[in-house]
């Protein structure tokens, strides 16, 4: 599986953004699919992950309803849907598909993007 993460880019406080993660191969439906981010000198954190069929949802603890991860298996593409943004969130994203157990570490999953920057200005 190849992953093609876009969609980030600058944005003020309280914004919104909308990452999209677009996947190769024909077992896509298979993986559960995550959203990582990075800062430098930090450690890859957990964002959200989605089940293979788009029934089950995890969120990391920060994220406090603010964002919604979904897909479309027939596009083969995962959505992250971010509102009500913060500096802090201000990360390199990343999206990756797995079938290990353990969506919320990083070690769930064996197929990862090149990462896309999203910035929020304050």
């Known amino acids: 599986v190849q992953l093609q993460a876009s969609g980030g880019g600058l944005v003020q406080a309280g914004g919104s953004l909308r990452l999209s993660c677009a996947a190769s191969?024909?077992?896509?439906?298979?993986?559960?699919m995550g959203w990582f981010r990075q800062t430098p000198g930090k450690e890859r954190e957990f964002v959200a992950a989605?089940?293979?069929?788009?029934?089950?949802?995890y969120y990391g603890d920060f994220v406090k309803g603010r964002f919604t991860i979904s897909r479309d298996n027939a596009k083969n593409t995962v959505n992250l849907q971010m509102n009500s943004l913060k500096s802090e969130d201000t990360a390199v994203y990343y999206c990756?598909?797995?079938?290990?157990?353990?969506?919320?570490?990083?070690?769930?999953?064996?197929?990862w993007g090149q990462g896309t920057q999203v910035t929020v200005s304050s």
């Open positions: 989605i089940n293979w069929s788009g029934a089950g949802t």
């Open positions: 191969g024909r077992t896509f439906s298979s993986y559960h």
């Open positions: 990756a598909a797995g079938h290990r157990t353990g969506w919320g570490t990083a070690n769930g999953y064996d197929y």
